[in-house]
């Protein structure tokens, strides 16, 4: 099978929690390939093994049987590979809203000046260039989700992995949200995968994958919707 264009494949990847009676299968044998260009949303419903399949495409977690490697990758999994928007809090709570976005770069040795200008320009692709001085204490929980795209954005990664970005937002915001993430990814060439229960949201992306009960189906391309993400709790 061809590499090219192969960002990350899995090969029967599968992740058990537990063992023994109470041994808890969250992916089963999950078998995938994501190609720069790609864009993807994964849907099915809570517990039906999302996050945990977007966790071993990023390397946070290591499958209990199987493979997931990333041929497409010149180093290995990482913020200026592999950007993660995780479905629960992830800001830090001692640094400003810029600070956090803009923390991936200046772990990879940009200066602070030039991450703090590219952290702004991303935070206001998604409305929240307004928050940049404010901690995260301070932010709602729409606030914070927006805040996490525009770091992963930030890092410019290969690949995009989004763990329901929308499903704090409200219609518009949600809207903006997606767009940034898919021009950001037409710039920078890379895959985009989107885990969702939005089927709004599902069409804005050219293929749509499902997962029930931790096993994944990949599908065909579908056409792809215009329509804005549905209202979804805090927009703010």
């Given at each position: 099978m061809s590499t090219a264009g192969v960002l990350v494949r899995c090969r029967a990847a599968a992740r058990?929690?537990?063992?023994?009676?109470?041994?808890?299968?969250?992916?089963?044998?999950?078998?995938?390939e994501i190609r720069a260009g790609d864009r993807i949303a994964i849907t099915g419903p809570s517990g039906s093994g999302k996050s945990t399949l977007l966790h071993l495409l990023a390397a946070l977690e290591v499958p209990t049987t199987g493979e997931v490697t990333w041929p497409g990758?010149?180093?290995?999994?990482?913020?200026?590979?592999?950007?993660?928007?995780?479905?629960?809090?992830?800001?830090?709570?001692?640094l400003d809203v810029a600070e956090n976005t803009a923390l991936p770069l200046v772990l990879a040795g940009q200066p602070e000046p030039a991450a703090r200008r590219r952290a702004l320009d991303c935070l206001d692709l998604v409305d929240a260039a307004h928050l940049a001085d404010k901690l995260p204490e301070e932010l709602s929980g729409?606030?914070?989700?927006?805040?996490?795209v525009a770091r992963v954005l930030a890092a410019a990664p290969r690949l995009i992995l989004a763990d329901e970005p929308t499903g704090q937002l409200d219609q518009g915001t949600g809207s903006r949200v997606i767009d940034a993430l898919v021009a950001t990814?037409?710039?920078?060439?890379?895959?985009?995968?989107?885990?969702?229960?939005?089927?709004h949201v599902a069409r804005r992306l050219r293929e749509q994958w499902s997962m029930h009960d931790g096993r994944l189906q990949p599908g065909p391309p579908t056409p792809q919707d215009s329509q804005p993400p549905s209202p979804q709790g805090d927009g703010q």
């Open positions: 058990t929690y537990g063992a023994g009676p109470t041994a808890v299968v969250a992916v089963h044998g999950a078998s995938c990758l010149a180093e290995k999994p990482g913020p200026k590979t592999v950007g993660v928007v995780f479905q629960g809090p992830s800001l830090i709570p001692a729409g606030q914070a989700q927006r805040v996490a990814a037409d710039a920078l060439g890379a895959g985009l995968v989107v885990t969702t229960h939005d089927p």
